[in-house]
Structure formats: structure tokens, C-alpha cells
């Protein structure tokens, strides 16, 4: 994203977070509070990531993915892209686009999101 200023271009590092779910549990940047899941999308809570525990989503939003690569994880090689939150550029985890094991095929198009970047925002009231 880029726009110009009296002919010089200025570039963005990162963009504002445009999804929100208003009224519904969500799991957000814990870096700039930006939403990042629903927490209806989670599939699995049984994944590993760069840095500790991962979760296993269905989709995520305000996110960028960066180049995909062929990466040798816990159960193979699979071709992933770092993602990374579009409110801050943290790298949150990554996207299978690919798993090369037939057993891994479940992967694909899913997200695994790093627990200690994501914080889970409970959507309570409290009744007064």
C-alpha cells in the first residue's frame, strides 16, 4: 500500500485492521488488539509453533501472509507462509497451503496460530 505526497511515495508497513465481530468470542493480536479469529474456527488447541503451543483454525482475518515455503515441521514437510497481523506486522503464525503426506492433507488452507501472540477476548456483559 502506497500513496503519493507531492510526487515522493510513502510506504506502509501495515495496514488498518478492517474485520470486526462485533458480539461474538474472538481471539486477537496481542500486540495491537487487532481481531484475528473467531473462536468458533478453532479446530485444534493440539498443535506446535515456533514458540510453544499453536492453534489450528479454520480462517483468520486482518491478517497478510508472507512467501510460501517449504517448511520441515513436527509432521513433515508441508509449504506454509508466515502470517502476520496487518495492525502491527507481529508475526502470529502461519498458512498450509500444501502438506506433502496424505495424512496432513487436513491442513491445508487452515491456519496455525501461536498462543503467545493471540489473546482470547471473551464477548461477556455483566448484568448490573
Not at 52 to 66: C, D, H, I, P, T
Not at 111 to 117: A, Q, T, W
Request: net charge neutral; with cysteine.
Amino acid at each position: 500500500m502506497a500513496r503519493t505526497v507531492s510526487g515522493e511515495t510513502e510506504s506502509y508497513s501495515h495496514q488498518v485492521p478492517v474485520q470486526l465481530y462485533d458480539g461474538h468470542p474472538t481471539y486477537s493480536c496481542a500486540k495491537c488488539s487487532a481481531v484475528i479469529a473467531l473462536q468458533d474456527e478453532l479446530i485444534s488447541k493440539a498443535f506446535s509453533g515456533r514458540d510453544g503451543r499453536g492453534f489450528l483454525m479454520q480462517s483468520a482475518v486482518n491478517v497478510k501472509l508472507g512467501k510460501r515455503e517449504d517448511r520441515s515441521l513436527m509432521t513433515g514437510v508441508h509449504t506454509v507462509a508466515d502470517a502476520f497481523c496487518v495492525g502491527c506486522d507481529e508475526r502470529i503464525g502461519w498458512y498450509y497451503h500444501k502438506a506433502a503426506d496424505p495424512s496432513q492433507k487436513y491442513k491445508e488452507s487452515k491456519y496455525l496460530l501461536e498462543r503467545e501472540k493471540i489473546v482470547k477476548e471473551n464477548n461477556w456483559t455483566l448484568d448490573e
